[in-house]
Nanobody, 117 residues
Framework: QVQLVESGGDLVQVGGSLRLSCATS????????MTWHRQAPGKQREFVAR???????QYTESVKGRFTISRDNAKNTAYLQMVSLKPEDTAVYYC???????????WGQGTQVTVST
């Protein structure tokens, strides 16, 4: 059974930092591309960051320079380090795992990040 479990979400003040974790099980983690998405109230889910199996990274423009995605294959876990948080970063953050050779991707249940002014 595949499981992705996000953690690390919290209420933080503007300018603060958080590190989100996405612990996985049931997949060969090292070959999967891991992504983070977020969904703010009343908005569609949007892409935030991606890290491939070879650790190439990609970010949406609004988080470049503030967020860092990483992975630890030994722990089957992906991370999203977030600094200089802004109110517009408030959302539920979801991790996703996929490989191009499989039609199914896997999602976690989400973790809430709230940035207060």
């Amino acid at each position: 059974q595949v499981q992705l479990v996000e953690s690390g979400g919290d209420l933080v003040q503007v300018g603060g930092s958080l590190r989100l974790s996405c612990a996985t099980s049931g997949i060969k983690f090292s070959i999967y591309t891991m992504t983070w998405h977020r969904q703010a109230p009343g908005k569609q889910r949007e892409f935030v960051a991606r890290i491939t199996s070879s650790s190439n990274t990609q970010y949406t423009e609004s988080v470049k320079g503030r967020f860092t995605i990483s992975r630890d294959n030994a722990k089957n876990t992906a991370y999203l380090q977030m600094v200089s948080l802004k109110p517009e970063d408030t959302a539920v953050y979801y991790c996703n795992a996929y490989i191009l050779s499989e039609p199914t991707s896997y999602w976690g249940q989400g973790t809430q990040v709230t940035v207060s002014t």
